[in-house]
């Protein structure tokens, strides 16, 4: 416990050693990021293998409901007959193996203009009834609280490693759009070598299952899990958490005053910048756990009205 309770501080300290020292390699990350997150692989598996340790991992915690997530100009179906929200819908993989066109249910085919995921699985938004054969099992008790599988050394591991992961994506989002206010293109550049490799790593790691989903919820709203293991509560990693906002809510909020800073040296607005994609990818993902869903709408509902009054 000792051990993990140094695991921020030392990556942290990782971090800090390679800040004023980008060197990218032939992919554009910064080779010191690489190493840190290489590092972060043999935290979570307690200095096993990481490779078989995570393809073990994958295996034992698969997902309990579909992760697909999809851009725009992309198809999706939409079924009334099981769906729980409007705004539920379904890939076409899914759709396919579910009992949608052999039972005859009210559904259709559309095409997505902002992007989606699919809530295959998900007994928030979709009718256990509908779920496709390889998601139809996972719809029981452990929706609610996957994590309670989960080796309590691992979760406890993964949490710190995650947790760390979002506070840098956070603040260094934060701190550079606010310090390149006047030239939020080049803030996004700047960024680019540090922050892509960890956004693929974070998204690589909730694709491993419902557990690693929730848990990078968690660290991104900065909440305790006190269902998780009520014999053996979670290190708290106090240490790293000095900003007064959660991480999800300096990440909306960075995303925003990028958009206004845009707005304001440009008449035309651009595409999203590769960054900035990936991390609505990865929010999309983070969309199919209610909790994250609840919490994230409030904040983006507060600021929404900005957004639109910004582009009227």
Excluded at 210 to 233: M, T, V, Y
Aim: hydrophobic share 35%; with cysteine.
């Amino acid at each position: 416990q000792y051990i993990d309770k140094q695991i921020p501080s030392y990556l942290l300290k990782l971090m800090a050693e390679n800040e004023h020292n980008i060197v990218s390699n032939e992919q554009g990350n910064d080779i010191g990021t690489e190493k840190m997150l290489f590092a972060c692989l043999y935290i979570v598996s307690g200095g096993a293998d990481p490779d078989p340790f995570m393809e073990d991992i994958k295996r034992e915690y698969s997902s309990l409901a579909c992760t697909k997530v999809w851009g725009g100009t992309e198809w999706f179906y939409r079924c009334r007959t099981c769906e729980i929200k409007p705004t539920s819908s379904i890939c076409k993989e899914c759709f396919k193996k579910g009992p949608h066109e052999a039972e005859g249910h009210d559904y259709s085919l559309e095409m997505s203009q902002h992007g989606g995921s699919c809530d295959c699985g998900n007994e928030h938004a979709w009718n256990p009834k509908g779920a496709c054969s390889d998601h139809h099992s996972g719809m029981d008790a452990r929706f609610a609280n996957p994590v309670s599988s989960l080796d309590p050394l691992i979760y406890t591991r993964t949490r710190a490693v995650i947790g760390t992961l979002v506070q840098i994506v956070a603040k260094k989002l934060s701190y550079a759009v606010r310090s390149k206010s006047d030239k939020p293109e080049e803030a996004m550049k700047t960024l680019q070598p540090i922050l892509k490799p960890i956004l693929a790593w974070l998204r690589v790691f909730m694709e491993h299952g419902a557990a690693f989903l929730r848990i990078s919820c968690l660290e991104f709203l900065a909440e305790p899990d006190h269902n998780a293991f009520a014999k053996q509560p979670v290190v708290a990693f106090q240490q790293i958490r000095t900003s007064k906002n959660l991480p999800i809510e300096s990440i909306i909020l960075a995303c925003l005053n990028y958009h206004i800073n845009l707005n304001h040296h440009s008449h035309v607005s651009p595409p999203l910048p590769p960054l900035l994609e990936q991390l609505v990818s990865l929010i999309l993902e983070m969309l199919q756990d209610h909790s994250f869903k609840r919490v994230f709408t409030q904040y983006f509902g507060a600021i929404y009205e900005y957004l639109v009054d910004d582009v009227i």
